[in-house]
């Protein structure tokens, strides 16, 4: 399997290590926007290779959307013309807004993340191993996913290490809220 991650700080850094760590993906790609974090990325080596979007997107059996919520909200439209086999995922923290923006037609395809982990740092330095292995992740809306799609992302979160939870969006950003404050 192939791993595209865009964005490769904290989330997405910490996730190429262990999809890497745990040989999940025999290649891991990595989209990052800047020439620093290009060269930090590498010099980490967080993923195999950097590559344009359209490359990770055409090369990828997995994209991990590992940007903050706006942003990813700005990527799905990148997404319409994806292949039905490929799984999106998002790690973002708020699941309703975002599960919205989805458009119908990759739906099936969009698997709504959220690992309950975190630090306060980012960038590629940030990116941490044994990350997330023991923590909880919650899965949204699944009733909304292909089967491949759902198998996909529960065998990746099981394989690292994870408890997965199955959540309605509205009520995990509820849930989000409480222990967040």
């Known amino acids: 399997m ?19 760590k745990y040989g999940i993906a025999n290649k891991v790609l990595g989209y990052v926007r800047n020439e620093k974090q290009k060269q930090e990325v ?7 290779e950097v590559v344009d979007i359209e490359r990770l997107k055409n090369e990828s059996d997995l994209i991990v959307l590992a940007v903050p919520v706006d942003t990813i909200i700005n990527f799905i439209p990148m997404f319409l013309d994806i ?11 708020t699941k309703e807004f975002i599960v919205k923006n989805v458009p119908e037609e990759i739906r099936p395809n969009f698997i709504a993340a959220h690992p309950m982990v975190g630090t306060e740092k980012n960038g590629p330095s940030a990116a941490i191993d044994n990350f997330y292995e023991g923590n909880t992740v919650v899965l ?9 799609h759902v198998k996909r992302a ?16 509205t009520e995990h ?5 409480y222990m967040s404050h």
């Open 140 to 148: 949204c809306n699944l009733e909304d996913n292909g089967f491949q």
């Open 154 to 169: 529960q065998s990746l979160f099981q394989e690292i290490g994870m408890r997965i939870v199955k959540m309605d969006a």
């Open 42 to 48: 590498l010099d980490y080596k967080l993923v195999d």
């Open 2 to 20: 192939t791993v595209g991650i865009i964005g490769l700080g904290l989330m997405g850094g910490s996730l190429a290590k262990a999809v890497k």
């Open 83 to 93: 292949d039905e086999k490929t799984t999106i995922m998002d790690l973002g923290s």
């Open 173 to 177: 950003d509820i849930h989000a809220c």
